[in-house]
């Protein structure tokens, strides 16, 4: 590798089928992959398997699969055939879904379960912190898909040893299997830290996710209403938003909406005090009921991938607040269609004065909205098949 490549910044993924934002509103360097469909025109009829730890269908699940399903409907749509190996609870799609154990037994199972496939042309292993190690038991070509690193939710989410344990394999193990294969993620963030890791910015690839068109938009709630959605889990730290409501809703008044459900939601029911509505998992109509209706999202989550509620929100012209943390940096611009704050204070701050604020909040709203209606599921399927085609061509010159 030259010195040139060496010393490029941990931004320079390419960025591949992307008509928003463009590299250079990133920082990124948009050199063209070594073979792309310019040069070979689209290839279909490959079998595809992701290796993923869960299904859309599981109620565990997040951003990382919901980028998993779209991807794969749409390799599907353009002629692929794609299968989605996953643990836990699964429904019927219209590309194959085949269920391989449970939330831990599928790592020991995957090997056995994909050799019963029979056979593909590509592997997409989602890295979810703990890797399935699939160059170990498929000498296919590979992606790594990796929709953002854990750093510090290893020692959120597990006791000491086995946090070191999982921060070791996530962050030398799992480069060290794939250092021969693409990696592709969603966001600078993601993509700056997996350069961090050691991995080579020319093998790190980055698509961006979509947002489906929302239904006609409703009226926007003519009282102070605050809405925090998603999955109820300890990073997204929904118990920071209860305690900083306490100080807020003094000043501005109106309700705080928690829709979601998740292992943190008996402690958010126990936790919430006056004016916060704990509604559980909402349907789809009550989703862009809700979103459309608030007058701003809040998000204190500590990391994200990317944060698609966020653009979510965004494309109904709803702002957001949320910290200056990786994945969030990424789908909020800080002043244009949204605010990202350092500390609680400045959270408390933000979130007080843009609810006193009519006019600034009409115009981040209509920002953000201008922004999300131009991210398209069929761009991020657009360039995930170049990254399919990069990735095969790889695999085929090593041969």
């Given at each position: 590798m030259s010195h040139e490549l060496q010393g490029m910044?941990?931004?320079?993924?390419?960025?591949?089928?992307?008509?928003?934002?463009?590299?250079?509103?990133?920082?990124?360097?948009?050199?063209?992959?070594?073979?792309?469909?310019?040069?070979?025109?689209?290839?279909?009829?490959?079998?595809?398997?992701?290796?993923?730890w869960r299904d859309l269908a599981n109620p565990r699940a997040g951003g990382s699969e919901v980028l998993v399903d779209r991807l794969a409907d749409g390799m599907t749509a353009r002629g692929d055939q794609v299968t989605v190996l996953c643990g836990g609870p699964v429904a019927e799609r219209r590309y194959r879904v085949v269920r391989n154990g449970g939330t831990y037994t599928q790592f020991l199972r995957a090997p056995l379960a994909y050799q019963r496939l029979g056979g593909c042309d590509l592997v997409v292993e989602v890295c979810n912190g703990m890797p399935f190690f699939a160059p170990a038991w498929s000498r296919r070509p590979m992606v790594c898909l990796v929709n953002h690193v854990h750093t510090e939710l290893w020692d959120v989410r597990l006791p000491r040893p086995l946090a070191t344990a999982g921060r070791y394999t996530e962050s030398v193990l799992m480069p060290w299997a794939h250092r021969k294969n693409l990696f592709l993620t969603v966001s600078s963030s993601t993509a700056a830290a997996l350069a961090e890791l050691g991995v080579r910015p020319d093998q790190i690839r980055q698509v961006c996710n979509g947002v489906e068109p929302p239904q006609p938009l409703m009226p926007r709630s003519p009282e102070p209403l605050f809405l925090a959605l998603g999955r109820l889990t300890d990073y997204k730290r929904i118990d920071l938003l209860l305690r900083l409501w306490d100080r807020v809703r003094h000043v501005v008044g109106g309700r705080l909406v928690i829709a979601g459900d998740g292992p943190e939601r008996a402690r958010i029911e126990a936790l919430a005090g006056p004016g916060v509505v704990v509604t559980g998992r909402v349907s789809e109509e009550e989703k862009h009921r809700l979103l459309c209706s608030a007058w701003m999202l809040l998000h204190p989550a500590m990391i994200e991938g990317w944060g698609i509620v966020i653009v979510e929100a965004a494309i109904r012209g709803t702002p957001g607040i949320g910290f200056d943390v990786p994945g969030l940096r990424d789908s909020v611009v800080d002043g244009e269609t949204g605010l990202l704050v350092r500390n609680e204070g400045q959270f408390a701050s933000a979130w007080a004065s843009l609810a006193l604020d009519h006019r600034t909040r009409e115009i981040l709203g209509r920002n953000a909205r201008e922004r999300a209606l131009r991210l398209h599921w069929s761009a991020a399927v657009e360039g995930f098949a170049q990254v399919a085609d990069e990735a095969m061509a790889r695999g085929a010159r090593r041969r």
């Open positions: 910044s941990a931004q320079a993924a390419t960025t591949v089928g992307w008509d928003w934002p463009t590299p250079a509103d990133q920082g990124l360097t948009a050199e063209a992959p070594p073979t792309s469909q310019e040069e070979t025109g689209p290839v279909t009829g490959r079998h595809i398997v992701f290796v993923s």
